[in-house]
């Protein structure tokens, strides 16, 4: 195996075990052996990103010169979350150029519209996706959040509900679920579902948060404080400051009562 696979593979094992520091030292290097290698770019783009470096990686994918779609959907996916959504239409457009089949692309589209307020134009995109792959779950739970935004509750509960059939183990559908059933004042349908979607996927915070409010407004103080406890340990993230001050500040009521 030459020295440069041998660091590509090295520096991938990084990325998925999330030593993104590690990552980002290997790949460096195997970067330097071999600078126009679209692998190697792929995967240190990645490393950068994980990084907090989204200009560094953007710079690495938009240099090369023939992106496949695996390259364009990690362009468009860098160039969305670095606020620059033309861009990121654009990229989805030249996957779609590439690969007409790929639902995904289409998902990726819909995301954009539903972030910039767009939501019709979002339902149009995602049911493309729908019409190339009935059973994307990615995309039935999008289409729920767009129907949400549009004022169709039941619509997007059918959907959630499609979802969950498709893929019982998708905590996301489970917790999509349970915040439109929260809305609609059930739930008590509302709490298992939270449960649920923890059950899957125990670092889901928000189904902690939702589940504290379902807890407050059914007026069990202890269990709600257990689940905001649980939603201010797996809620990290610097951009969930003004969240989680909020739920500290219910904290402190709830606990002086």
Known sequence: MKERDRLLHEGQLALDSGDSRKALRVLRQAHELDRDNPDIRLALAEALAEEGRLEQALR???????????????????QFENGQAQAALAS?????????DEADAWVSIGLIHFQQDRPEQALVAYQRALELEPDSVFALNALGDARLATGDEAGAIAVYRQAIELDPDDGQAHLNLADALYDTGELEAAEAECRQALTCDPSLSQACLTLGNICLDSERSREAVQAFRQFLALEQGPESRQIRDEVKALLEGLEAK
């Open 60 to 78: 690495l994918l938009a240099e090369i010169a023939d992106p496949g779609v695996e390259v364009l959907f990690a362009l468009g996916d860098l």
């Open 92 to 100: 989805y457009q030249r996957v779609l150029d590439q690969a007409p």
